[in-house]
């Protein structure tokens, strides 16, 4: 069994900054691509950023030179350093990770439950 936990959620005016943190654990032998998705009311789910494995990253347009993730393979966790915050960032954001669970097994995708951002006056 492997689990994400998000947070750092919460809500913050326009311009503000947060920086979100997901912990993934349980039987994890390694973890390839790490990222994080978002969800708005009324709209599909859509790609925020993810990192690779090697710390190759890449990010949706709408977020580049604003947002930065980051991993501690140490720790199994991604970050999400959100800057220059904007309304239309509100949404659910949602971490996931490629998990090999022991070795010589295939990857699985897993999801953390997701934690709310509201960018808001």
């Known amino acids: 069994q492997v689990q994400l936990v998000e947070s750092g959620g919460g809500l913050v005016q326009p311009g503000g900054s947060l920086r979100l943190s997901c912990a993934a654990s349980?039987?994890?032998?390694?973890?390839?691509?790490m990222g994080w998705y978002r969800q708005a009311p009324g709209k599909e789910r859509e790609l925020v950023a993810t990192v690779s494995s090697g710390d190759s990253a890449n990010y949706a347009d709408s977020v580049k030179g604003r947002f930065t993730i980051s991993r501690d393979n140490a720790k199994n966790t991604v970050y999400l350093q959100m800057n220059s915050l904007k309304p239309e960032d509100t949404a659910v954001y949602y971490c996931t990770a490629e998990v090999v669970r022991l070795r010589g097994f295939p990857r699985n995708n897993y999801w953390g439950q997701g934690t709310q951002v509201t960018v808001s006056s």
């Open positions: 349980g039987r994890i032998f390694s973890i390839n691509a």
